[in-house]
Every structure is written in C-alpha cells, then in structure tokens.
C-alpha cells in the first residue's frame, strides 16, 4: 500500500518562510505534487517534483529525495492569503501504464497570523 | 464553458436511496478520478479511469459504482446511500502523456452530499 505523512497543522507570521514536510511510504512512483485548497474550494496544483532536487515556482518551492523518501513545500514572504490546507501526493502507475493515479496525504493546515 | 463541472452543487439525500453525481470536463482529459474528501482523511481516490470504458477501484470504491461511455463524462453513482457516504465529492480531470501537462490535476467545485 501507499502512504504520505504530514502534520496536521502548522503556524506562521506574514513574511515568514514555512516548510511542510512530506513523508511517504510507497514505491514506483513517478513524481510528488502539492496542492493548495482554501476552504470551501477545489484543490489546485501546486508544484510537481518528478526528479529528486529543487523545484521554485514563484514564492513556492517543492523538494523531493527519493532515497530518504521525503519531500516538503517551501513557502516564502507568507501572505494572509496563504492560510490554507495543502496535501502532497503521489503519482502511481495505473494498470493500463503511464502515471496518473493520484493518492493523498491527510494534508496540512496552515495557519498564518499578522 | 471550459473546465470541469459537478452537478450538483449541494445533495441531500436519504438513507437507501439511489444518487448519481455528475462530472463534466471540456478537455478531452484522458484520466479522471473521482474523491471523497472528510475531515481528518483528506482526499481519498474512490474510482479513477484511464479512458473511455477503462475504470479501476481507487481506496475506497464499496458502495460506489462508476461508468464513463464518453470521455468527457464520468458519473459517480451511490447504489444506497448510507450515512457514512456524507461527504464533499470532487471529481478530477488530468491529461496523459502527449496531450499537455501532465503533472496537473484539475478538481471540480464539488459536490457536498448529505445522507440523512
């Protein structure tokens, strides 16, 4: 089976920098993604790590290392805007080939204060 | 409208009863997937498809029956519902290699069913 770890929450300051850890416990994954969701909205991408390393996209950035089976998302110069839950998840493969069965941490809540 | 589109918005329905949720996407997205989402679980896959006429059980598919005869269309269908099927659906949309950008999922607005 699959799994993804996160902490259930986490607090921050407006400017802050924070780092939400992903943990997994899978294999033959193609790459990790983040996803944000507002409450009471969709969940939208974020970042996608399909090698190990560093991904910055703006004031996000996303790491992956597969041999220590860890990613996490680095958010920069938070915004009030920011609070938000955000869920990592892997792409497996399906049966039919190609990756594109997607499975979800629990997710993150985070929280930031003035 | 381009996109993807659940209908309806908000459900409730009773104990036993049949209850079909529609998704809708405009892209021609080969794969598409449909979660349930409850506080403390965060998403979870219930049937996924890799093309018309191709669907597969995700975690947890009991009690959920799902078809997609075209590609833009896949229903989600509650046989008889239970209370513990009360959930916030969001149904997803993603292209295979070749078609665009992979990596994204695109979600719904979803639907919030309550089984009373």
């Known amino acids: 089976g699959q799994s993804l770890e996160q902490p259930s929450e986490v607090t921050a300051v407006e400017g802050a920098i924070v780092q939400i850890n992903c943990t997994y416990q899978?294999?033959?994954?193609?790459?990790l993604s983040w996803y944000q969701q507002h409450d009471g909205g969709a969940p939208t991408f974020l970042s996608y790590?399909?090698?190990?390393g560093l991904e910055e996209t703006g004031r996000f950035s996303s790491f992956l290392s597969r041999s220590d089976s860890y990613g996490y998302l680095l958010l920069q110069e938070l915004q009030m805007k920011d609070s938000a839950s955000y869920f990592c998840?892997?792409?497996?493969?399906?049966?039919?080939?190609?990756?594109?069965?997607?499975?979800f941490g629990a997710g993150t809540r985070l929280a930031v204060h003035p | 409208d381009a996109g993807i589109t659940q209908s309806p918005r908000y459900k409730i329905t009773e104990t036993g009863r049949q209850v079909t949720l529609m998704c809708h996407q405009t892209?021609?997205?080969?794969?598409m997937f449909w979660y349930r989402q409850d506080l403390g679980h965060g998403l979870r896959l219930i049937y996924y498809?890799?093309?018309?006429?191709?669907?597969d059980k995700g975690e947890v598919p009991d009690g959920y029956v799902v078809s997609r005869s075209k590609t833009e269309n896949f229903p989600l269908t509650l046989e008889s519902a239970t209370r513990s099927q009360t959930s916030v659906y969001f149904c997803?949309?993603?292209?295979?290699?070749?078609?665009?950008?992979?990596?994204?999922?695109?979600f719904g607005q979803g639907t919030r069913l309550t089984v009373v």
């Open positions: 998840a892997v792409s497996l493969p399906l049966f039919s080939g190609g990756y594109n069965k997607l499975i």
């Open positions: 498809s890799a093309a018309a006429d191709i669907t």
């Open positions: 899978t294999s033959g994954f193609y790459g």
């Open positions: 997803a949309s993603r292209a295979k290699p070749g078609q665009g950008t992979v990596a994204e999922a695109f």
């Open positions: 892209w021609s997205h080969s794969y």
């Open positions: 790590n399909a090698l190990d």
